[in-house]
């Protein structure tokens, strides 16, 4: 049976699931961070992302559980490739991936790798780690279904640091000309990058005004904020213009240790630091749902 977008009220218990939803998220993170051994993995930016793929995953995207290469699927890209955890968290809360997989991320004869590679039967679209090419991609899968008709959209997920790529503002400029109305790009605009700040290493501006006067319906929101995600993913307007939302987030959100530290980009977790990050996810969690009640 497919699942996506069909007359949703936003209300508490939606919420509600998808914030459940990010929570066993992160677990998995953590379990995949700790699991990988003496490997970096790329935290940082793999927790800044959890709570927009929490809801494209739990609310926005039309998927069939029971079939990851179901036809008319909506198409997602993770072209910030190194976000990986964030991405395959999500994919395992879907149903599409294991959970006893998780603990052999980036092990010898696993298919989890640190960067995303094409596994559709665990709902891996598509290969990724160049930073740069995933708009490109998605306006070829936006553009197939145009012209065979389909009603799928394609949802792509960039990095700020990434969107200092040329080929970014090249793909920006042609899926206007294409009028790509079901084509949507998030920017995990968490403002730092491996050499640091992004607004010091190549400043953006104001992302929103220069996506609106390159032709596109732009918006910015809390990427952390479950209920103002799920608004803006529900009011994309189809009017032949695609659309970019800027979300603004925090690199290595959920825990004291990696919140806006960049030595999380790429670093190893130990046992003492996974068990004391599950302590804090749990704590937090359970404290404030037990605040609802």
């Known amino acids: 049976m497919a699942c996506g977008r069909r007359n949703v009220v936003l209300d508490e218990k939606t919420i509600n699931k998808i914030s459940e939803f990010a929570f066993h998220m992160r677990k998995h993170a953590l379990t995949m961070s700790y699991a990988s051994g003496n490997h970096a993995v790329h935290f940082g930016g793999g927790m800044s992302v959890i709570d927009i793929l929490a809801v494209l995953y739990a609310e926005i995207l039309k998927l069939d559980r029971e079939n990851p290469v179901w ?15 964030g991405y395959y968290a999500a994919l395992a809360e879907v149903g599409y991936i294991p959970l006893e997989e998780l603990k052999k991320f980036e092990q010898e004869n696993s298919y989890l790798m640190g ?11 598509f290969t990724n780690g160049s930073l740069g090419m995933g708009v490109s991609l998605g306006i070829g899968t936006a553009l197939s279904a145009k012209k065979k008709g389909k009603n799928y959209k394609t949802y792509i997920l960039i990095g700020d640091g990434e969107a200092d790529e040329g ?23 968490n403002r730092l990058q491996l050499g640091g700040d992004t607004e010091e290493i190549m400043a953006h501006g104001d992302l929103r005004k220069k996506y609106e006067i390159f032709g596109w319906n732009s918006y910015e929101v809390n ?24 979300a603004n987030t925090i690199k290595g959100k959920g825990f004291h240790f990696s919140e806006n530290n960049n030595s999380w980009h790429h670093a190893v977790m130990t046992e003492s630091q996974y068990e004391a990050a599950l302590k804090e996810l749990e704590d937090s969690y359970y404290g404030n749902n037990s605040k609802k009640c």
Not at 229 to 235: A, G, I, K, R
Not at 239 to 246: A, G, L, M, T
């Open 115 to 125: 960067h995303p590679v094409y596994t559709p039967k665990y709902g891996i679209e």
């Open 223 to 246: 990427g952390h904020n479950v209920k103002e995600l799920c608004h803006v993913f529900h009011e994309i307007p189809v009017n032949k213009k695609p659309s970019i939302i800027i």
């Open 167 to 189: 080929s970014i503002w090249e793909a920006a400029m042609s899926a206007v000309q294409f009028q790509l109305d079901n084509l949507c790009v998030i920017i995990d605009r």
């Open 71 to 85: 036809e008319d699927r909506d198409r997602f890209i993770m072209s910030k490739g190194h976000g990986v955890i």
